[in-house]
């Protein structure tokens, strides 16, 4: 048995809202009858039924969240659709976050959203210690996460932290120091990535002979 | 006769009144909670001895509770009071004795400084206590099994036993006097400090050691992060190296034990006082939990209820439990497990093992040698002080680092003792597993307990008297010709009775 998210939504016309909602964000129609049309996009099935009451233009009673990489080209795309208008401009909700949202046909409302990641932002996130780190052996980690391709990077920032920790303790200390920071970082990552990894190490001042001859830690 | 009487009746009308308070306390609201504390903690503040070392458990590591008075603030007796105990010898060595500040269950500790300008702490022992101890530990030897001690067959000789064996030795200032002398020679940990003895001054009834400064648990525990580090490296480093590599552990850690400082290096430094109650684990049974350990860590295949039988559980009682070794395992040695550092905040090790276990927990804890329950003293009690530092540690690596390879080889080689017989081994019992019983009253569940199948053998412990007393008149039963039958026929599977009377509903079964 599967179970998928389903939303029920009232509207005047289903089937002009379903031909919107396939044509203009990528919905494909499964099930259509009198009663109900039911389109779906692999992560939300919605099942549009006729209100009289309803009527074209109702806001707020489907909200729908897309994500883009460029928010003034998806505005600009969505803005030559039919029955669509911009009803908020742009607006950052928090650094990493800017929303806009258009109003659709039969009551169906989009939440444009652009998300930053951290070099987009230009910042360096601090490290999930707990242990105390040595500065410099935290800012060389915090440095060479950056060569890490970013949707890999929050977890290799929790995997490289933590086995640093763990081999600091191995030696019963508490301060992570460079040693053990470099170590954890040629343990954590993957073997293609060494030679990478140890240019950049050099390029640092640090030796990386020594490091890199245990493999890596699953 | 009548004046040994007359010494006895007042104290058990003491100890039922704490009995009292127990029940009181167990059965309160929330709202009422404090004020049955509150209570409780004032009559075993009345007695000292035995109820206040029983008030200094129920403190555990928590500075705030209404326990702590018990530990920290109980009003001592006055120098006058305690100076008998003090041989010439002395008192010739001293300068000079301050009235006491620090008073506890056995004794109370006076600032003093000697003739050679040394600063020292007098624990003297209070006069006439260990008589009153011996006359409390005759009264619990008196005591019934009963609740929870009586249906899952606690050993409760073993228990008393070690009791008594316990307070009694903690009474003689001797032992203690060794003991510390020997945990200090022993003991190699970053920032463990344990004061100097003084053992020519010292009696049966009289300490002597080093005067040593430091603030309160509550107080470090607002220390900066590398402080609060270091304490806690140290804490689980001193459980870890007087368990696995010394055999004897400090059995009574609560926070009036424990001083805490800054030394001249900038690095915390943990004070560990009072060795009147230490456990002692033989060679085999630490052998056998680090090579549990140290399996569960690695993710081997182990036979985890040998190991636990190698500890000192009973085979018997363990086989019960033997599907759910593994899952109990990874609850009991979740921060062993973890490949990094680990928060003992995550660790829920009672919500975990009710959840897993059930009403089982109890035969688990059942199993258990009675000296463990002391050793579990002390590992809970160091989880709740990391707790309270609010610091994460990598616990497998620094055991690891405390135990060594040989050790670690040694325990990996150790031979588990053979299963004693063959229920340990899970294969050939046929008979019923579990005992099920299931009260309904107004269609709310009052009852509804599973219990190993030998718990048929004594329902009347099981089922509450009032329903018993019906069951009895309603289905005429012959409980005790019940227990017979079951004895001698052996416990097989079988529906053993049911009663619906329209109101409530009980039935109780061995599958």
Redesign the interface.
Known sequence: MNFVISVIHAVADPISAATFLCNALGFKNTCQSTEAVIVENGAIALRLVPDNTARQGDGGCLNLELQTRNMAQATAELLVLPDVSLIAQPVAVNPARVESRLQGPQGILITLVQEFNEDELGIIPPLPT???WNEDAEDCIRQMLRLIPVSFRESARIRIT??A????????E??VTMNFAVQALADVTPLFQHPMLMSALRQRGIDPSGYFDRGTVS | MIPQLLSIVPKTLHWCRIGLGLRRLKRANPEERAHAQQALATLLADSRGLAMKMGQVMAGSDDNNAFQPLVSSIEPLPLSAVQGCLENQLIQSLRSIDESTAAASLGQVHHAVLQNGADVAVKIRYPGIVEAVRAELKLTGWLPDAGPVKRWRFNSADYKNTLHRQLLRETDYRIEMQTQQRFKERLKV?GLHIPAIYSDLCTDAVLVQSWESGCRYSEACSWP??SR??IG?TLL?TLWQSLFVHGEVHGDPHPGNYLFRIDQQDNAQTVLLDFGCTVLIDRQRRLALLKLLDACHAGREIDALRCFVAMGFDAEKLAYLNTKMPELCNILFRPFLV???F?TMEWRLSTSLQASLGEQRWWFRAAGPADLMLLLRAFHGVGQQLEQLD????W???L???VGDALLEEARALELPAPANSRVTGMTYAGARRLSVRITENGVSTVSLDLPAEAATDLASIIPKPVMAEIQTALDIDLSGLTRRLQQEGISPQELFSLDNGHKQCRVWLE
């Open positions: 707990s242990l105390i933590e086995r920790e763990m081999l600091t303790a191995e030696e019963a508490i301060t | 970053p992060k590398k580090l270091e490296r480093m490949q990094r550092p928060h610091i994460a540690l990598p497998w690596p620094l690891r680092h405390v």
